[in-house]
C-alpha cells in the first residue's frame, strides 16, 4: 500500500513502523456529534482545561454520515466528491469546528487513494483551522509527522513529530521509535540512538518485549558506532525473542569481529545443522574454522558434504582444501584421492608439490619423483627447497643415489637460511656414502640393487 521508502531500503521491512495506524478515523466525528459537555477526567494534554465541547450540528452530522456510508464500502472518489458539495455549501456545515470534520475526512480518503501529498495538504488544514480543538490538533500532528515520513519528506516530519512530543503530556514509545526512524534518515545517529533507547527502556520498565524492529535498529546504530559489544548484546536478544536464522548469522560474525572464535564456531555450527548454510562461501567459511580450531577431520566432512550436496565446486581450491584437511586429520589415501581430483583442474607446480610429499609418505616413489619432477618444472612452488628434498628422498629409495645428490643440491641452493640449508646438507652426506658403500659391494661381485626410477 505504502510507497517503498528509504526506510525499507535501509532496516528492511522488520524496521517499518505501522506508520499510519493512528490516521484519523472520521468516524469519531459522528459518534460525538450530540454530546455538549465533555465528561471530567485527567487532561491529557497540557494546554486543556474543563471546558465545553464543540459540536456538530444535525444538518452537518446528518450529511457526513451519508459520507460515512460510501466510506464504508470503500467508495473513495464519490466519497471525495460528496465532501466537496458539502464543503461549498456554506449552509450544511458552517461553523469553524464543522469545516476541521470535514477537513479531517478528507485527509482520510486522500490517505486512502494514496494520494499523501494532498492528505498532508488537508491535515495542514486541520492542525491551521480556526476550530480544531488542540487535542485533534496535536493528534494530526502525529498523523502528519507520519505522512512525511512515507513521502521521505524527513524534516517537516521531524518538526511535527517534535511539536507532538513537547505538547503531549504523556509521549508513547512508538512516537520516539518513529522519531529515531526519522533522526536516522536525517543522519542524527546520536539523536536518533538517545530516543529509541528511551523507547526501550520505557516499555522495559513496564515488563513489556520491545519490539523486533526496535531492536533492529538499535543494533544498527550501535554497529555503526563501532561498539560490536552492544550489537553482540543485542543480537542475543534477538535470537532469544525473536528467533531468526538471520540473527544467527550475524551473531557468528560480530563474535568474528570481537575475536570469540569459540563462540563464533559454535553460532556457525548451529546454523549448519539446521541446513541453513545454502551459500559455498558461508560453508567454506566454516571449514576454514574448523581447520583454523584444528579439527581437520570436521572441516574434511563439511566439504565433502557441501560438493555432494551441489552448493561447494568441485574445482581445484576447493579440492586443494580438502586435500590439506585430510592429510592435517593423517588420513593420506583420501588427501591423496581429493588432491588427485584437483590436479585434473588444474596442475600447478605447487599443487605437483603437495602430490610429490603424500607419494613419498604412502611409499610410491616412483610416483612421487615424477610429480616432484613436474612441480620443478612448472615452478611456482611455494617452498621449492621441501620440494627437491621429497624428490631426492624418492631417490634414495629407488637407489638413484648421484640423482639424488643433485636433486639435495638444488634443495640447498632454494633454501633461504640456516635451518632449511641443515636438512639437504645431511642428506647430501648421506647419499654420498650410501651409493660410494653399495659401489664397492657391486665392485666386488655383490648383487646390490640399482636405479629405478624409470
Known amino acids: 500500500m505504502f510507497r517503498s521508502t528509504k526506510i525499507l531500503a535501509v532496516f528492511g521491512a ?37 471546558r465545553q465541547r464543540q459540536s456538530v450540528g444535525a444538518k452537518c452530522a446528518k450529511a457526513l454520515e451519508k459520507v460515512q456510508v460510501v466510506l464504508e464500502e470503500e467508495q473513495w472518489v464519490e466519497s471525495l466528491a460528496m465532501l466537496t458539495n458539502i464543503e461549498t455549501n456554506p449552509k450544511t456545515c458552517a461553523s469553524d469546528y464543522e469545516q476541521t470534520q470535514i477537513w479531517k475526512f478528507q485527509g482520510y480518503v ?14 495542514r488544514r486541520v492542525i491551521n483551522g480556526a476550530g480544531t480543538p488542540p487535542e485533534l490538533r496535536l493528534d494530526t500532528r502525529y498523523t502528519l509527522a507520519q505522512l ?56 522495559e520498565s513496564k515488563g513489556i518485549l520491545p519490539k523486533e524492529g526496535w531492536w533492529s535498529l538499535q543494533r544498527v546504530l550501535y554497529y555503526e558506532k563501532g561498539d560490536y559489544k552492544r550489537v553482540v548484546s543485542i543480537l542475543e536478544k534477538l535470537i532469544k525473542h525473536y528467533p531468526k536464522w538471520t540473527y544467527w548469522k550475524q551473531v557468528g560474525g560480530m563474535y568474528g569481529e570481537l575475536e570469540r ?7 556457525t555450527e548451529v546454523v549448519y545443522l539446521n541446513d541453513q548454510l545454502d551459500k559455498e562461501s558461508q560453508v567454506m567459511s566454516m571449514a576454514y574454522m574448523y581447520l583454523g580450531a584444528e579439527v581437520p577431520y570436521r572441516a574434511a566432512r563439511i566439504i565433502e558434504k557441501g560438493m555432494k550436496d551441489k552448493i561447494i ?55 612421487a619423483y615424477r610429480a616432484a619432477t613436474k612441480a620443478a618444472k612448472k615452478g611456482g612452488v ?8 621429497v624428490m631426492g628422498n624418492a631417490l634414495i629409495n629407488l637407489h638413484c643415489y ?19 640449508k641443515r636438512y639437504p646438507t645431511q642428506w647430501i652426506k648421506y647419499a654420498d656414502a650410501e651409493g660410494t658403500r653399495l659401489g664397492k659391494l657391486r665392485d666386488v661381485g655383490a648383487t646390490v640393487p640399482g636405479c629405478s626410477k624409470k
Open 402 to 420: 648421484k640423482d639424488a645428490i643433485s636433486a639435495f643440491q638444488k634443495s640447498l641452493k632454494a633454501a633461504k637460511d640456516k635451518k632449511s
Open 110 to 123: 486522500h490517505y486512502s487513494l494514496e494520494d499523501f501529498g494532498s492528505a498532508i495538504g488537508a491535515y
Open 148 to 203: 512525511f515520513t512515507v513521502e521521505e519528506r524527513y524534516a517537516e516530519a521531524a518538526k511535527e513529530l517534535e511539536i507532538y512530543m513537547q505538547e503531549s503530556t504523556i509521549v508513547g514509545a512508538d512516537a520516539k521509535v518513529l522519531l529515531a526512524q526519522i533522526y536516522y534518515q536525517l543522519e542524527r545517529k546520536a539523536d536518533s540512538l538517545r530516543m529509541l533507547e528511551e523507547a526501550i527502556t520505557d516499555v
Open 261 to 267: 572464535e569459540s563462540d563464533r564456531l559454535v553460532a
Open 382 to 389: 611455494k617452498r621449492p627447497e621441501a620440494n627437491y628434498l
Open 313 to 367: 565446486e568441485r574445482n581445484a581450491k576447493n579440492l586443494e582444501i580438502l586435500g590439506t584437511a585430510w592429510y592435517q586429520s593423517k588420513d593420506l589415501v583420501k588427501a591423496l584421492k581429493a588432491l588427485e581430483s584437483a590436479s585434473k583442474y588444474s596442475d600447478t607446480g605447487n599443487l605437483q608439490s603437495r602430490l610429490a610429499g603424500i607419494y613419498l609418505d604412502l611409499g610410491r616413489d616412483k610416483e
Open 14 to 50: 522488520a524496521f517499518m513502523l505501522p506508520l499510519l495506524a493512528t490516521v484519523a478515523d472520521p468516524q469519531s466525528v459522528l459518534s460525538t456529534a450530540a454530546v455538549a459537555a465533555e465528561e471530567k477526567k485527567q487532561p491529557k494534554y497540557k494546554d486543556v482545561k474543563t
